[in-house]
């Protein structure tokens, strides 16, 4: 089971950029796709992006294209979500999530490890 710790959040004003890390444990990280989700209190959960295990396949929610960008170092066995333009609307608790496959998905069941998530505040 690969263990996941998300870092990098904190306070940004908006229009400002963030980057977040999940540096995952273990050696099989390479043969997973990794994902991004983001919760806001009294909400479902978000699907924001995803990556297959090689980086060949990308996948990110229409209102977030051209400002996320996701990308990984299967050598440092970490997933980066860079976060630029942000809006008070990003605010949010964002999660990295390992999938014990090689192709990415949206969808929050499928993935099989969480880390404990990292905070992001946009100030307006």
């Known amino acids: 089971q690969v263990h996941l710790v998300e870092s990098g959040g904190g306070l940004v004003q908006a229009g400002g950029s963030l980057r977040l890390s999940c540096a995952a444990s273990?050696?099989?990280?390479?043969?997973?796709?990794m994902g991004w989700f983001r919760q806001v209190p009294r909400k479902e959960g978000e699907f924001v992006t995803s990556?297959?295990?090689?980086?060949?396949?990308?996948y990110y929610t229409d209102s977030l294209k051209g400002r996320f960008t996701i990308s990984r170092d299967n050598a440092k066995n970490t997933v980066y979500l860079q976060m630029n333009s942000v809006k008070p609307e990003d605010t949010a608790v964002y999660y990295c999530?390992?999938?014990?496959?090689?192709?990415?998905?949206?969808?929050?069941?499928?993935?099989?490890?969480w880390g404990q998530g990292t905070q992001v505040t946009v100030s307006s």
């Open positions: 999530g390992a999938r014990r496959e090689t192709y990415a998905s949206l969808y929050y069941r499928d993935y099989n490890a």
């Open positions: 273990g050696r099989t990280f390479s043969s997973y796709a």
């Open positions: 990556i297959s295990a090689s980086g060949g396949t990308i």
